[in-house]
């Protein structure tokens, strides 16, 4: 009695077993048609996943890692485009300089003085910066004056050791630009005191 339990067992099993591989080998074709019609879902993987933020550069130096991209700055200048006043009219007011820009104080430079304003401003196109190198650099690239002098520190900020990152750490990376964190005419950071004090720290026991 038991035996023929037992056999009655193992014929099914193997009756199911081949129901299935029957199954399995009809609807073969279809699964196959699934797996061309299915999109690979890392097919563009190159593309970043979160896009470049808005008003950015791609900066104009060769770096080994690749393209990277910087904060542009002439959106945020108020009084850009400059030329809206500095245009090829001449000024008869006296001091007018003095009375436009007056809240612009020169804190930067060595131990013989200020930098001069034209030093860094073009004088043919007030909307441009300038180096002993290059006559008309944009805005948005100021990097390439600051970098004239501080080279150490743009070296650094090209490698990602100075300054800020605002999105990805490679590929199509966006970095802070120089003035994004430092004002031109006054850049080194004023002192201050710490925001809040430290806790004092809890007596743990014994
Ligand atoms: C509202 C008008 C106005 C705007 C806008 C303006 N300026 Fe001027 N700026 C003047 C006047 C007026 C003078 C004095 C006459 C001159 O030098 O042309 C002056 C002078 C200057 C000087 C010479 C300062 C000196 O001590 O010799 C610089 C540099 C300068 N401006 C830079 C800029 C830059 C850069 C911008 C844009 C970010 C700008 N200005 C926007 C009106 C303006
Ligand atoms: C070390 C270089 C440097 C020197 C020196 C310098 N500037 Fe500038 N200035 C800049 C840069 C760079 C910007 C753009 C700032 C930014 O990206 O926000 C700027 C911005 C400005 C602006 C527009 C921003 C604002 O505050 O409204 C004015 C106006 C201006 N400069 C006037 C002057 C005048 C006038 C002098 C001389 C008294 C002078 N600058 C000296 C580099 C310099
Ligand atoms: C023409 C040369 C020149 C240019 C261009 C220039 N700087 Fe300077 N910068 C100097 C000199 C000189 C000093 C003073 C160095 C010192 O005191 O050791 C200085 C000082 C500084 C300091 C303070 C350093 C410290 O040790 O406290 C900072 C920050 C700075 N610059 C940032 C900038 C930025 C940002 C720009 C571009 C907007 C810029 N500089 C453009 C010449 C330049
Ligand atoms: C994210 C903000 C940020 C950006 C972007 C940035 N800096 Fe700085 N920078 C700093 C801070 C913070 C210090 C340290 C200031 C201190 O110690 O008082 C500094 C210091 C400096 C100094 C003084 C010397 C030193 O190394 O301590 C120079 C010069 C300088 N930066 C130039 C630049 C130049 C040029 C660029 C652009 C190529 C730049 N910085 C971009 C924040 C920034």
Same mark, same amino acid.
């Given at each position: 009695m038991k035996s023929i339990k037992? $056999?009655?067992?193992?014929? %099914?099993? !193997?009756?199911?077993? %081949? %129901?299935?591989?029957?199954? #399995?080998f009809s609807s073969s074709s279809g699964v196959n048609e699934k797996i061309k019609q299915a999109k690979d879902p890392y097919d563009n993987?190159?593309?970043? +996943?979160? +896009?470049?933020? #808005?008003? *950015?550069? /791609? !900066?104009?130096?060769?770096y080994q890692g690749g393209?990277?991209?910087?904060? *542009?700055?002439k959106d945020k200048i108020e009084r850009f485009q400059c030329?809206?006043?500095?245009?090829n009219k001449e000024v008869m007011i006296k001091n007018a300089a003095k009375i436009s820009h007056?809240?612009?104080?020169?804190?930067?430079?060595?131990?013989?003085g200020p930098l001069d304003c034209n030093t860094c401003h073009s004088t043919e196109n007030r909307d441009f %910066? $300038? *180096?002993? /190198?290059e006559k008309e650099i944009d805005m948005d690239h100021v990097y390439t004056l600051c970098g004239e002098c501080h080279f150490r520190q743009k070296k650094d900020w090209i490698g990602g050791a100075h300054g800020?990152? !605002?999105?990805?750490?490679?590929?199509?990376?966006v970095v802070k630009n120089c003035t994004s964190c430092h004002n031109p005419h006054s850049p080194r950071f004023e002192?201050?005191?710490? #925001? *809040?004090?430290? +806790?004092p720290l809890k007596q743990t026991g014994n």
């Amino acid at each position: 009695m038991k035996s023929i339990k037992k $056999n009655l067992i193992q014929i %099914l099993l !193997v009756f199911t077993i %081949l %129901l299935f591989a029957v199954f #399995a080998f009809s609807s073969s074709s279809g699964v196959n048609e699934k797996i061309k019609q299915a999109k690979d879902p890392y097919d563009n993987l190159m593309e970043p +996943p979160i +896009p470049i933020p #808005a008003n *950015t550069v /791609k !900066v104009l130096i060769p770096y080994q890692g690749g393209d990277f991209y910087t904060e *542009t700055r002439k959106d945020k200048i108020e009084r850009f485009q400059c030329t809206s006043c500095h245009g090829n009219k001449e000024v008869m007011i006296k001091n007018a300089a003095k009375i436009s820009h007056a809240d612009t104080i020169i804190v930067h430079g060595g131990k013989s003085g200020p930098l001069d304003c034209n030093t860094c401003h073009s004088t043919e196109n007030r909307d441009f %910066l $300038n *180096t002993s /190198k290059e006559k008309e650099i944009d805005m948005d690239h100021v990097y390439t004056l600051c970098g004239e002098c501080h080279f150490r520190q743009k070296k650094d900020w090209i490698g990602g050791a100075h300054g800020k990152s !605002v999105s990805h750490w490679a590929g199509e990376r966006v970095v802070k630009n120089c003035t994004s964190c430092h004002n031109p005419h006054s850049p080194r950071f004023e002192k201050r005191y710490p #925001a *809040t004090y430290s +806790p004092p720290l809890k007596q743990t026991g014994n």
